[in-house]
């Protein structure tokens, strides 16, 4: 999904929740925005190049040409990411906002994904794939 309706669906978001928690909302854009951080992080270390602003072009290239980059390893895109924010979200209330975004944000990329059949080849469970390795 491109980050611009991920940002259009934050500031959606951060306006629902804003009467409730006032600047609290805007944590929403950790979880459903800043979030996509990862995806630069992981440009940066397979391409070995420090200039994360080329991972853009090269994830949207890939898209339109509906073609896969690889297996690729999303930190903040893993179930284990996310499990850790659920317990967190028991102790402190701003988790709960980034993990409200985190959740419309990961709504928004698998209709995005089921509407165009675009599914990459990303890693969802660091521990699924610690024992598919092990099995091989």
Request: net charge positive; glycine share 4%; aromatic share 20%.
């Amino acid at each position: 999904m491109y980050p611009y309706q991920h940002f259009i669906s934050c500031i959606i978001l951060s306006i629902v929740l804003w009467p409730f928690f006032g600047t609290l909302s805007l944590l929403c854009f950790i979880g459903g925005f800043l979030v996509d951080i990862d995806h630069n992080l992981w440009y940066m270390y397979k391409h070995k190049t420090w200039n994360g602003f080329k991972a853009y072009p090269h994830y949207i290239k890939a898209a339109r040409k509906k073609e896969r980059v690889g297996k690729c390893f999303m930190i903040f895109h893993t179930i284990e990411f996310f499990i850790i924010l659920v317990i967190l979200s028991f102790f402190y209330m701003s988790i709960v906002l980034v993990l409200l975004g985190l959740i419309l944000h990961w709504i928004l990329d698998s209709m995005h994904k089921l509407k165009d059949n675009h599914f990459d080849d990303r890693v969802f469970s660091l521990v699924y794939e610690r024992i598919k390795q092990e099995k091989n």
